[in-house]
């Protein structure tokens, strides 16, 4: 038998290529072309790896599944375990959809002696299948596709209400993504400026670490009552602004005061400085697509 391993190596090159492109497109992930092709690259790279002699541990499950961490890894990044883990099932499900598809096709163009031999009972990889299996398998993967379909659902949802915004303040700018939170009502009791909230350690570079230890052991009072003890940047900005947390009692919000605050969203801009930036001492998205809760009156501005 003649194996041409270069023709063999772009054909797994263009069918991995596809399943992790159909993976991003599934899922919404903006993706980077050249580390899809990296990705497919390297599955191509591990088929091929079969037509050489090659320690057995290397085609063993454990070697494919992370083989399969890898390209995803290579593809689309981490980006937490949340965001991982969708696409882990995501480019699983991609995949065994594929396959379930070339073996139906199979069965379609077999004869009626070879497909009745087939229907009860078959042998994939030496491991055997019965139906009942099969049955249970089917289940997990419908309820599995079910899971990521909501997830999906639920993230084209929150796409559609994030914004672009740029924050000046003292010399510094920083821009991210920001969630317009319609029921965000927070306003400084004082002023009643509007508060928008974005998260204390995208700022680590801006203010001191030990504020960022005390916003997150909500003791963001105590930075307040130390001005003057010490050269504390941005004195004159800072606010303590009061809310009433999710069944806690008062707390304190520290905030700064801002140059300018600028929202770019569906194809729009506003400008303002009268808003108040509250640092929070969290993760305000577990997968890291926002970094902000905006103030809807920011987008009155």
Same mark, same amino acid.
């Given at each position: 038998m003649v194996v041409y391993v270069d023709l063999l190596f772009l054909i797994n090159l263009l069918i991995d290529g596809a399943l992790l492109l159909v993976t991003a497109w599934t899922l919404k992930?903006?993706?980077?072309l050249w580390r899809i092709a990296a990705a497919a690259a390297l599955g191509a790279l591990y088929v091929v790896l079969l037509f050489f002699p090659n320690p057995s541990f290397l085609f063993s499950f454990g070697a494919k599944a992370l083989v399969s961490l890898a390209m995803l890894a290579i593809a689309f990044g981490y980006g937490g375990l949340g965001r991982y883990l969708r696409h882990l099932g995501a480019f699983y499900l991609v995949n065994f959809a594929v396959a379930g598809g070339i073996f139906a096709l199979?069965?379609? =163009?077999?004869s009626s002696d070879g497909l009745m031999a087939g229907i009860l009972f078959s042998r994939l990889g030496g491991m055997p299948f019965s139906s009942g299996l099969l049955g249970v398998l089917l289940c997990c993967f419908l309820w599995l596709f079910y899971r990521l379909f909501q997830s999906s659902r639920t993230r084209?949802?929150?796409s559609?209400? =994030?914004a672009?915004?740029?924050i000046e303040l003292g010399g510094h700018a920083y821009s991210c993504a920001g969630l317009v939170d319609t029921g965000n009502q927070l306003y400084d009791p004082l002023t009643r400026t509007p508060v928008m909230i974005i998260e204390a350690a995208e700022w680590k570079d801006v203010i001191p670490e030990t504020w960022i230890k005390q916003i997150r052991s909500s003791e963001a009072d105590r930075i307040i009552t130390a001005i003057g003890e010490g050269d504390y940047p941005f004195q004159d900005r800072?606010? =303590?602004v009061p809310y009433r947390g999710v069944n806690r009692g008062?707390?304190?919000l520290l905030a700064l005061k801002p140059d300018l605050v600028t929202v770019r969203y569906e194809e729009q801009e506003w400008e303002t400085s009268r808003v108040l930036v509250g640092l929070d001492g969290g993760r305000l998205s577990r997968d890291g697509s926002y970094r902000a809760i905006l103030?809807?009156?920011l987008l009155e501005a």
């Open positions: 992930t903006v993706y980077r199979s069965y379609l =163009l077999m084209q949802q929150l559609a209400r =994030l672009e915004v740029r800072l606010r =303590l008062t707390q304190f103030h809807p009156k």
